[in-house]
């Protein structure tokens, strides 16, 4: 599986940016997807992921209510919107599959995914 990572770029506190992430190599619906983030001195954490055919969500409790993972299985691609941004959520933000999801799982921990994307940087100023 590869993984584009894509829409980071530098945005005021309180704004909103939209990453997405293509996938490619494998059938995209068989992956659960996840979004991890790791800011610099700090280790990777979870932030968002989304089971197989993306009716299941879970969410760090730091971004809940703020952002929203989504897929589109016809497309090959997950979304994560993020919305009234703090300047704690700068970072790079990486998506990763897991390959071996069962349907009705997402999974939290970075070791349960064996596909990674490249990060893409994510600056809010305050």
């Known amino acids: 599986v590869q993984l584009q990572a894509s829409g980071g770029g530098l945005v005021q506190a309180g704004g909103s940016l939209r990453l997405s992430c293509a996938a490619s190599g494998r059938t995209f619906s068989n992956q659960a997807m996840g979004w991890f983030r790791q800011a610099p001195g700090k280790e990777r954490e979870f932030v968002a992921a989304?089971?197989?055919?993306?009716?299941?969500?879970s969410y760090a409790d730091s971004v809940k209510g703020r952002f929203t993972i989504s897929r589109d299985n016809a497309k090959n691609t997950v979304t994560l919107q993020m919305n009234s941004l703090k300047s704690e959520d700068t970072a790079v933000y990486s998506c990763?599959?897991?390959?071996?999801?069962?349907?009705?799982?997402?999974?939290?921990?970075?070791?349960?995914?064996?596909?990674w994307g490249q990060g893409t940087q994510v600056t809010v100023s305050s």
């Open positions: 989304i089971n197989r055919n993306g009716r299941i969500t």
């Open positions: 990763a599959a897991n390959s071996r999801a069962i349907l009705s799982a997402t999974y939290n921990r970075a070791e349960e995914y064996n596909y």
